[in-house]
Structure formats: C-alpha cells, structure tokens
C-alpha cells in the first residue's frame, strides 16, 4: 500500500510558483522543482500528474493573487485610486524581493509565443480576465461600457509593458512615474 503524501499542497505549489515566476516554465528543472517544494519525486507525481500540470495550476494561482490585489485595493478606494493602487501594489517591494521578476502570466506569453500554444493561450486568457476587472471598476467610474473596454485595453497594454520592463531594473521611483503619468492621462480620459 503506497504511502500517503503529507505536506501542504498550498506551500507546495507557493515555492513551485515562485521558481517558475523567477525562471519561466522551460528553464524550471524538474530537479530544482523537487528541491523548490522539498519533496521527493514520487510525492510530486502522487500529487501533480506532471511539471506541466504543476504549471498550469501555479499559472491560476498566480493569477487568482493578480486578481486580488485589485479586488482588495477597491474594498478600500474608488474605482481609478484601486486601479492605481493595483498598479503600485503588483510591482513589488524593495530591492531584493519579486522586482524585477515581471509578471508570471506575461513572462509566459513572451516565452511559449510559437512554442506551447496551450500555455501561451491560457496566460492570455487568465491576462484577459484581468482587464476584465479592469473593465468592472472603470465602468463603477463613470465610463460607458464602450468606453471602458477601449480604456482596459489600454491599461493592459500599460500593465504588460511595465511587467517586460521591470525586468529592466527600472527604480521604483521610475516605475511610479510611469504609473503616474498613466493615471493622469486616464483620469482626464474618464473625466
């Protein structure tokens, strides 16, 4: 009789994410995996059918913890103060944290274009879940739902953009200025 697996799966699948998030689903060994989450191989496929599985589940993780930043930043702010608020939460911290790692479901679009059509299409449809939040508090802001939708287009492509370019190493106080001037110029496109 096999043994049972013990561990905690949401620890487990934290540490996985984070090595993804880091390294990208090519580049993730199933070796540095195991070391990651600190299992054994047969605990890992007791419990994950294979690395790609793994991934897929990390990627809605990921994105579900977007998601929240957004959904915990309107409980608190208007509609547009959350949606910047998101923003300047999602970078990440100081130096020596996740700045600089980008966006997992981002990172992944870039890496599996041409290569894992299924991969590179659920990051694009968990991204597009994302601007449909967006879409949720700009249409709470005022704008016709016409109107929302091209500026949550918009506001994707910003967030996309500053996820490839956090790989850069920009400053924090550069990022912010993007962000900035991003919310300047839509808070007189809502007004």
């Known amino acids: 009789?096999?043994?049972?697996?013990?561990?905690?799966?949401?620890?487990?699948?934290?540490?996985?994410?984070l090595l993804f998030w880091r390294k990208g689903y090519q580049a993730s060994s199933l070796t540095e995996l195991l070391e990651a989450m600190e299992?054994?191989?047969?605990?890992?496929?007791?419990?994950?059918?294979?690395?790609?599985?793994?991934?897929?589940?990390?990627?809605?993780?990921?994105?579900?913890?977007?998601?929240?930043i957004l959904l915990r930043a309107r409980a608190d702010h208007t509609?547009?103060?959350?949606?910047?608020v998101f923003f300047e939460r999602s970078l990440g911290g100081s130096r020596g944290s996740k700045t600089g790692w980008g966006c997992m479901l981002v990172s992944?679009?870039?890496?599996?274009?041409?290569?894992?059509?299924?991969?590179?299409?659920?990051?694009?449809?968990?991204?597009g879940t994302i601007q449909a939040a967006f879409e949720d508090?700009?249409?709470?802001?005022?704008?016709?739902?016409?109107?929302?939708?091209?500026?949550?287009?918009?506001l994707m492509l910003?967030?996309?953009g500053l996820r490839v370019s956090s790989r850069r190493r920009l400053s924090r106080r550069q990022q912010l200025g993007h962000i900035e001037t991003t919310f300047r110029f839509l808070r007189s496109a809502v007004a």
Do not use: Q
Request: proline residues 3%.
């Open 39 to 68: 299992i054994s191989r047969s605990s890992f496929y007791a419990s994950f059918k294979d690395k790609r599985s793994l991934f897929l589940e990390c990627l809605d993780m990921f994105a579900a913890r977007t998601r929240d």
């Open 158 to 160: 910003v967030n996309e």
């Open 137 to 154: 508090c700009l249409r709470d802001a005022g704008c016709a739902p016409e109107r929302a939708a091209e500026l949550a287009a918009f």
């Open 108 to 127: 992944t679009v870039l890496e599996m274009a041409g290569v894992d059509d299924e991969l590179n299409d659920r990051s694009s449809k968990l991204l």
């Open 1 to 17: 009789m096999a043994r049972p697996v013990e561990f905690e799966r949401s620890l487990i699948l934290d540490r996985a994410l």
């Open 79 to 84: 509609p547009l103060d959350a949606l910047r």
